[in-house]
């Protein structure tokens, strides 16, 4: 069948082009191994630059090895009957819409347990041999089962859903499917902070002192209204280092790794603040959502064009159950051959992000000295091994952040010539 041709031809396109940027990435931090870039000279040793390179080299190959298997897995579902079998067993235990969700469900347990050796492996192998992993095998385990209740308890009435206005609202139903999809990502983004993020990680309110103080003036400064300053127990898990915000209204929270918390001086913590919230104030957020909403939108269209087509289904190898109804399997169909066929446009999404953070770092660099980013950018580099030398071509399709070296030449910029050889000179300590 065409179609069938097609998906071949399209998945492996896909899965060569993605093996060819990976082999790019490991070729290119490789060849820079052996000496710190000049910008960095002074600022990150030869041995942290070197660590980061086995790091990033690495978890690129792991990478790989992680795409052939999602490939293989992919044409097992499809092709090779996974699905079809699935089906059939969900039909022999239930009908209708809860045969469908049953298959669902089947669906993203398999998954989840075909995708857990490879989790288990960076954790306690990757991760542990370059010092990061601070996680025990029972919180892996128990983080692994509740991700899977919660995503049953959230996710399952959601589906549900789906599937019923799938089957009785007509051939629109795809614009009222994705009407429940969006409000449910915004109700999401609320709960998040306060009801799920707890269920994962500790979060106690930032002590009273200098460093409070500085970051509620320069929340002043700014104009935001938070519900609350918080520090993460984020070392349980990892000796990564991070800051966000999360939340809509009233229940937006600023939350301190306290790994970061450890290592940044007040400076430079008000600087990645400062950074983040440059993201609220440029209205980043907002017009993430606004391009989540339009894409969401155009793939349920497309969904609803599809589901009623018998040769997307036979392309894919499957017999659509008449009695129980199709949604289901459309759905799963869907959703699994999507990333193949809407990666070629990967590049145009990473350049709005990274459009995004150019834009946060100048927001930052007004809002508190440019030197201050730039020595915290450097240790957190050099904190979570970060590579100081990606491939221009696989970092264009993969990269949410600019390049270190070109992120930091922006902000050199603001900082002139003078201050940037005393920063230099002090080390950016």
């Known amino acids: 069948m065409v179609f069938t041709e097609v998906f071949v031809a399209v998945v492996a396109v896909s899965l060569v082009l993605r093996l060819y940027l990976a082999t790019r990435q490991v070729k290119n931090i490789a060849q820079h191994r052996a000496a710190v870039p000049a910008e960095f000279a002074g600022q990150i040793s030869l041995e942290a630059h070197q660590k980061a390179a086995d790091y990033s080299i690495t978890k690129t190959r792991l990478g790989m090895l992680n795409m052939g298997l999602e490939a ?47 989790s288990y492996y960076k954790q306690f192998v990757v991760e542990a041999r370059f010092g990061f992993n601070r996680m025990s095998k029972g919180l892996f385990f128990a983080d692994w089962a509740k991700g899977l209740l919660l995503g049953t308890l959230l996710g399952g009435p959601l589906v549900f859903v789906v599937l019923y206005l799938m089957r009785q609202a007509g051939d629109q139903w795809w614009l009222w499917a994705w009407m429940v999809w969006f409000g449910f990502s915004l109700l999401m983004m609320w709960l998040f902070p306060t009801v799920i993020a707890p269920l994962f990680n500790k979060f106690t309110p930032l002590e009273d002192g200098a460093t409070r103080q ?3 003036n320069l929340l002043n400064r700014c104009g935001f209204d938070s519900s609350g300053l918080f520090v993460m127990d984020g070392s349980k898990r990892s000796a990564h280092g991070n800051a966000y915000f999360s939340g809509m209204g009233k229940a937006k929270r600023i939350v301190f790794f306290d790994t970061l918390l450890a290592r940044l001086s007040d400076d430079q913590i008000e600087a990645v603040l400062a950074h983040e919230l440059g993201h609220f104030k440029k209205k980043h957020i907002v017009k993430h959502l606004a391009f989540s909403g339009m894409g969401s939108l155009l793939m349920f269209w497309a969904l609803g064009m599809l589901a009623n087509t018998t040769w997307f289904y036979v392309g894919l190898g499957v017999t659509p159950d008449l009695v129980n109804g199709s949604e289901a399997m459309a759905l799963v169909l869907f959703m699994m051959v999507l990333p193949y066929f809407t990666f070629p446009i990967r590049p145009v999404m990473s350049w709005l992000s990274r459009k995004h953070e150019f834009e946060a770092d100048a927001y930052a ?19 979570n091994a970060s590579t100081l030398t990606p491939d221009p071509v696989h970092s264009a399709f993969y990269d949410s952040h600019p390049p270190a070296s070109i992120r930091i030449q922006r902000l050199k910029e603001r900082m002139g010539s003078a201050h940037w050889q005393t920063f230099q000179a002090q080390g950016a300590q």
């Open 365 to 383: 660099a007004e809002q508190s000295a440019p030197q201050h980013l730039v020595s915290a950018l450097v240790k957190l580099y050099q904190d």
């Open 214 to 216: 500085r970051i509620l």
């Open 72 to 118: 293989i897995i992919l044409m097992g579902f499809t092709l090779l009957g996974g699905l079809q079998l699935m089906q059939t067993l969900s039909s022999q235990w239930a009908s209708g819409l809860w045969a469908g969700l049953g298959m669902i469900a089947m669906v993203g347990l398999l998954g989840s347990l075909l995708d857990l050796p490879l």
